[in-house]
């Protein structure tokens, strides 16, 4: 293949998608109690959150090394890769995209590193896209064209059981004045162009539901669907089958990787989808 398609475990593709277009994934990393697990490998995700709440120390997380991207793009252009495209969550939330952009340059333009503006499946799909797309034969340049197109219509909202992880984070700044836990609300944030907003809150679940199923059904028709959680899978199905739509690829459902749930918190429920 002369493209190959590289991205990294908060990208949230399942496996069987990650085998069947022969997508180059590298886990991050989550260190808890002092070891270092590599994200959805050496822990599993239903382990993590179930956890998550008793472990003291939090646990922290990091980006995979520059040095283990050097060794992939290597390892693909050894297997007789051309060109490789590297496509990562938004700069602004990590450092996964430095790490792969210091491993690219030993490559020159033979390494295209990518900003999705997006995490989870906000990126997935967009890896999904490019992957499908060098299959059926196009160029480097038609890629990037498409995924620029795409990332202008992927959403990605999601409502939170409690505030406290993403206050935790640090990386909200707006999360760490809020009194959500005491008023025991549920918070609403989209993610845009690599930046989190708040869109509000509702004072119970069952009403936070119904306003998720609302903002989705306002997105109108829809190219692509994942409903995504947080270890709230039967909720997350139920979710699915409420809305009844019809769409022209099968919607996913999954259990968000732990690297990004350790600063959302178990119990979350969302969505990301691209607008035709």
Not at 63 to 92: C, D, M, N, W
Not at 209 to 238: D, F, M, P, S, V
Not at 243 to 256: D, G, M, S, T
Request: charged share 20%; hydrophobic share 45%; aromatic share 6%.
């Amino acid at each position: 293949m002369d493209i190959s398609i590289v991205t990294d475990s908060t990208a949230d593709i399942p496996v069987d998608l990650i085998e069947n277009y022969q997508i180059e994934m590298i886990p991050n990393l989550i260190m808890i109690d002092g070891a270092s697990l590599q994200d959805g490998i050496q822990i599993s995700r239903q382990e993590f959150y179930q956890r998550l709440p008793w472990l003291n120390p939090p646990p922290t997380t990091a980006t995979a090394s520059s040095g283990a991207y050097h060794e992939t793009y290597e390892k693909l252009f050894r297997q007789g890769a051309r060109t490789i495209l590297s496509i990562h969550p938004a700069v602004k939330l990590s450092g996964i995209l430095n790490a792969a952009s210091s491993a690219a340059q030993a490559f020159g333009d033979k390494v295209q590193v990518l900003d999705s503006g997006q995490l989870s499946l906000g990126l997935g799909f967009q890896v999904l896209a490019a992957a499908e797309a060098v299959r059926q034969g196009a160029s480097l340049e038609n890629v990037l064209r498409l995924l620029k197109d795409m990332r202008q219509r992927v959403r990605l909202i999601a409502m939170l059981d409690t505030l406290e992880y993403v206050r935790r984070s640090g990386r909200v700044s707006w999360a760490r004045a809020r009194l959500g836990n005491l008023l025991q609300i549920k918070p609403f944030i989209e993610l845009k162009d690599g930046t989190v907003f708040s869109l509000g809150e509702t004072r119970t679940r069952s009403k936070g539901c119904q306003r998720l199923k609302e903002l989705l059904h306002r997105l109108g028709n829809l190219e692509r669907l994942a409903i995504l959680h947080t270890n709230a899978e039967a909720e997350a199905r139920q979710f699915l089958a409420d809305l009844q739509l019809k769409l022209p690829i099968a919607p996913l459902v999954i259990n968000v990787t732990t690297v990004i749930g350790n600063h959302v918190g178990p119990n979350g429920l969302g969505f990301a989808a691209v607008i035709r």
